[in-house]
């Protein structure tokens, strides 16, 4: 017997098959978030345009060092004079200076120990204090004449001047200190002991960075910035010229930033002659042996030796001495023909063949490609250190992990080099904006690693860091201050997410050929002066030719989530399909999907992100006439959707 109630049943199952719909969760997106009519970016202005670019009234000051320091190894401690010409380029008189005196943090009373940042290794232990005792800040010429007073604030010094320093004046100002290693600390949260002391079978390694006193930087758009130093934020340094003049026993080896002035006066006879001839060998040279470490006739006979080094236009400078190195260096050619020196020590320990015996090849590689694709290396040599570090990074100088090989000592070694163009050229603010030379600098490294050696490493280059841990709920934004993000989230954050971020808008938002083009533009414009991050994305703007607010909205001042799913399904008899795409998070990205016919055929469909502009749902209509059996958005995984079990809808038959 006919059940009419039942047929309607049937019929209404039978469209059910056709017309599909899930069930998704309620909408968070608001297209008037990432698209507002108001500008997302600060105006630009007489010092930093709109277009990205520093401004007809750009300024910045100038910091200029002579250093005469000498290293006592029984004391594990550097004393000596830090000479500093300070020129106050800004539209404005000074009447006071500031300068960072980071190693305080390793004092027992500073806000790095009480903010938990660093720990004792052994709490119980007696425990020096490391960091700074500052003997005399002494006026020696310039437009000021008087006493000059000073007080210390933690990692910072305010120097009080007797009479204003005026908007083009110069003064010089002598620092007496005593500079004492750390000792017996530990890092809770972070890599945050960038010197340290490596103790080796032939004797101690030292890495000495943040040794001297450094100006801060006055800027006109936070004027001096005087954040402490707490550890996981590093540094913000202005550019100037170093003379620095380092005495350590005649034992010991040192290599410097700068380029070495005075030879003669510090190597052998013979270690002179194999120093000049790697000047000219594109193959190593060794300076001093594997078999010569322990030999007392490979240094000069005399108390002491003082070791001569210059450095023009750069923001830092870091030195390195032991008696346990050995020392390979060579020359080689990077971008418009201009010849670099790769110096490389390290101690026997390290001396193996997947690890420190292909530092030179590594420096080579590194340098090369990076100032093929984005920028020339600026400085006249190279230098690679076996350090107690993970690795840190200083203008022409890194000082890398002893212990490393293989895959991980490709990446470190191409990592710290790589920060020769983030922060060393391009000078950001690393105490407030990490990511602007981590994350740049793991950006460029991801792409750099594929072209090494027919990709050995290539595997390096992925992003390890999954997904769900970049865009978790419990992520802070990119932006955010690195003393201010949690320590595990650190790597993930300012490195990982950078990295995939940018690699996502260079492949699939504005393609590689316009990024690079734009993003070489940016560190040309930048080289050595102080960029925000309004003027990195003001700069991608104007050169992608692109209002790019969206993209930094969501995945660079918020922590915006991406989920895109399929809505609906309408097969329209002999007709062509609808297909319903709902935005359900807060970040938009273009639209990719993927359509599948009963026929087995299938269609590509891309769709621009201003699909998004106005609505979170968006339908669109089939090119052939069929029925669609299958929809899949983004079917290579190309975005960062967090949630991809909407991201398939299947026909059932």
């Known amino acids: 017997m006919h059940n009419p109630l039942q047929s309607i049943k049937i019929i209404i199952a039978c469209c059910l098959l056709f017309i599909g719909h899930c069930a998704l969760a309620q909408s968070r997106y608001r297209p008037t978030d990432l698209f507002p009519a108001l500008p997302l970016l600060p105006p630009g202005n007489e010092y930093r345009t709109a277009t990205g670019e520093p401004g007809p009234a750009y300024w910045q000051n100038q910091a200029d060092y002579v250093i005469d320091v000498a290293l006592d190894d029984q004391k594990n401690v550097v004393s000596g004079t830090a000479t500093i010409t300070y020129t106050n380029n800004s539209p404005k008189s000074l009447s006071s200076l500031w300068l960072q005196l980071e190693q305080n943090v390793f004092k027992k009373d500073s806000r790095g120990i009480k903010s938990k940042l660093f720990l004792y290794k052994n709490p119980d232990e007696e425990t020096a204090d490391g960091g700074y005792d500052i003997q005399a800040v002494k006026l020696k010429d310039g437009a000021i004449t008087g006493d000059i007073k000073y007080n210390i604030y933690d990692t910072r010094m305010e120097l009080t001047l007797p009479q204003p320093l005026k908007s083009g004046q110069k003064v010089t100002f002598s620092v007496q200190y005593r500079y004492n290693f750390p000792q017996n600390y530990k890092n809770a949260d972070f890599l945050v002991n960038r010197t340290d002391i490596l103790p080796t079978k032939n004797g101690n390694i030292y890495a000495v960075a943040q040794w001297y006193p450094r100006m801060c930087v006055l800027d006109d758009v936070e ?17 100037g010229n170093f003379n620095v003049n380092i005495t350590v026993p005649a034992g010991y080896i040192v290599e410097g930033s700068g380029d070495l002035l005075n030879p003669e006066d510090v190597l052998t006879p013979v270690q002179l002659k194999r120093w000049q001839a790697a000047k000219q060998s594109e193959t190593p040279v060794f300076i001093r042996q594997a078999k010569e470490v322990a030999e007392a006739s490979t240094r000069p006979v005399k108390a002491t030796c003082t070791w001569k080094y210059r450095m023009d236009n750069t923001r830092d400078f870091a030195w390195t001495a032991s008696k346990a190195f050995i020392w390979e260096a060579f020359s080689f050619p990077v971008a418009g023909g201009k010849k670099v020196m790769g110096s490389s020590l390290y101690p026997v320990e390290s001396n193996k063949k997947d690890s420190w015996k292909r530092s030179s090849e590594y420096i080579k590689f590194t340098l090369q490609h990076f100032s093929e694709k984005w920028f020339t290396y600026p400085y006249n040599k ?103 993000i949690p320590g595990d989230m650190v790597f993930p954050v300012q490195y990982q997410k950078v990295a995939y971020v940018l690699t996502l808008l260079r492949n699939q938002v504005v393609g590689p050929e316009r990024f690079d083009k734009a993003f070489r533009k940016y560190i040309a414009d930048w080289a050595y002066k102080h960029p925000t991050p309004w003027d990195f994305f003001r700069s991608m703007d104007s050169s992608v030719g692109e209002d790019l607010s969206w993209f930094w909205k969501s995945m660079f001042l918020e922590n915006y989530r991406l989920d895109q799913g399929v809505a609906k399904v309408e097969n329209m008899g002999n007709g062509r399909a609808q297909i319903t795409i709902e935005n359900l998070e807060k970040a938009a990205m273009p639209l990719v999907v993927q359509l599948t016919y009963a026929d087995g055929s299938t269609e590509h469909r891309e769709f621009p992100v201003e699909v998004w502009e106005y609505t979170g749902s968006y339908t669109f209509t089939c090119n052939k006439k069929a029925t669609v059996t299958k929809v899949t958005i983004d079917p290579d995984s190309l975005y960062p959707d967090v949630n991809r079990a909407n991201n398939v809808y299947k026909i059932v038959n």
């Open 223 to 239: 004027g001096w910035n005087t954040l402490p130093y707490l550890g996981n934020g590093e540094f913000y340094l202005e550019y």
């Open 382 to 484: 190279a230098v690679n250190v076996a350090s107690n570090l993970d690795g840190m990074e200083y203008p022409g100088m890194v000082f890398c992990s002893a212990r490393d090989t293989g895959n991980a000592y490709f990446m470190v070694v191409n990592h710290e080099l790589g920060h020769t163009w983030f922060p060393m050229v391009v000078g950001g603010n690393e105490r407030k904006y990490a990511w602007m030379d981590e994350g740049f600098n793991t950006f460029i490294d991801n792409l750099a690693v594929k072209d090494f050696n027919k990709g050995e490493f290539r595997g390096y280059a992925e992003i390890y860091s999954p997904l769900d841990t970049l865009f978790s709920e419990r992520v802070v934004p990119i932006i955010t201050r690195p003393d201010a």
